[in-house]
């Protein structure tokens, strides 16, 4: 029986935006620009301890407070912004381009298949495939009877799996980048297949991809919220 891990009830119900954590950055850049400001100012008062007492010290240190925290809200707005901004201009469209490439830049087309005779194509999408380390671009197909990916490199070979060899399909979070401060990164699919192995893809709506086994009888829903 294959078990289907489906969680329309949690984050991968929809396409997710990419997007930045705004509040996250903004709070570890202030934070960071006002421990850095009262460093300098500290060390400057070390170097002159000779002439300046303890007490002296920290009055002028807790003087130089307020600089440095207006110093802070200024260079944490403005790394958050520029960075805001990279992210809506630049980053999604990268993002975007990644998950769904197109067939001519890898100078092919997927390998052509072969339908039996009481087979029939239900529903394909753009994906890419985890072949070691890197990310195979193609096409990932479904017909009444098995799951195929279609790479778009002419010298790689096509990946198929009949419907009942599948074990388990789930999502499984994509992994943090830019330290956790991009968010909204679409879920992976992975499909276990019979010998108990994992064959992962990323796809741009992996709702879509779990739609695809609502129909299967052997297909055991699981609803899990996160």
Avoid: C
Avoid at 82 to 105: G, N, S, Y
Avoid at 143 to 148: I, Q, W
């Amino acid at each position: 029986m294959a078990i289907v891990d489906d969680p329309r009830t949690g984050r991968a119900g929809r396409s997710p935006q990419i997007r930045l954590a705004f509040g996250a950055l903004f709070w570890r850049v202030a934070a960071l620009t006002f421990v850095t400001a009262e460093f300098l100012v500290w060390q400057w008062l070390w170097r002159r301890r000779r002439w300046i007492r303890r007490p002296q010290r920290i009055v002028v240190l807790i003087y130089y407070m307020p600089r440095s925290l207006a110093l802070a809200f200024v260079v944490g707005a403005l790394v958050t912004v520029t960075a805001d901004l990279l992210v809506r201009i630049f980053l999604r469209r990268l993002i975007a381009r990644w998950l769904q490439p197109p067939e001519d830049l890898f100078l092919g087309l997927p390998a052509p298949f072969h339908l039996a005779s009481n087979e029939v194509l239900e529903a394909e999408m753009t994906a890419r495939r985890r072949v070691g380390r890197s990310w195979a671009p193609g096409k990932l197909v479904k017909t009444n009877r098995r799951l195929l990916f279609l790479p778009f490199a002419w010298e790689a070979e096509p990946w198929s799996l009949p419907l009942d060899h599948m074990r388990m399909v789930r999502v499984e979070p994509a992994p943090r980048f830019a330290f956790g401060f991009v968010r909204g990164l679409p879920d992976r699919i992975a499909i276990q297949d019979a010998d108990g192995a994992w064959i992962r893809f990323a796809v741009t709506d992996p709702s879509a991809v779990l739609d695809w086994f609502q129909g299967l009888d052997a297909v055991q829903y699981l609803h899990i919220g996160r």
